[in-house]
């Protein structure tokens, strides 16, 4: 069993940068890929990134690609989420989960889930 915790969200303003964090504890954490996944109000959850166990191999999802940056430290169980020039389309809560498969973008692709953060990017 992995617990996650995430941290980090709040309220900016288009343009500015957020950090998110992931804290995990249980089951060895670096045995799982892990992904930050969003929900926006009345959409579906989709992917964001992911990480592989080692944290040498990233995937993102196109609407991030060259803002978001995913990254993790396995002696600390975290992993993090770096956020750079918001957009109000940002706005999501922002899931942290931890699975098996790398890459892997369907949600049932990863078996433990935080409770998420929200973010959300005022125009």
């Known amino acids: 069993q992995v617990q996650l915790v995430e941290s980090g969200g709040g309220l900016v303003q288009a343009g500015d940068s957020l950090r998110l964090s992931c804290a995990a504890s249980?089951?060895?954490?670096?045995?799982?890929?892990t992904g930050w996944f969003r929900q926006a109000p009345g959409k579906e959850r989709e992917f964001v990134t992911a990480?592989?166990?080692?944290?040498?191999?990233?995937y993102y999802a196109d609407s991030v690609k060259g803002r978001f940056t995913i990254s993790r430290e396995n002696a600390k169980n975290t992993v993090y989420l770096q956020m750079n020039s918001l957009k109000p389309e940002d706005t999501a809560v922002y899931y942290c989960?931890?699975?098996?498969?790398?890459?892997?973008?369907?949600?049932?692709?990863?078996?433990?889930w935080g409770q998420g953060t929200q973010v959300t990017v005022s125009s």
């Open positions: 990480i592989s166990r080692s944290g040498s191999s990233t």
């Open positions: 249980g089951r060895s954490f670096s045995n799982y890929a």
């Open positions: 989960a931890a699975g098996r498969i790398f890459p892997a973008a369907r949600v049932y692709d990863y078996d433990y």
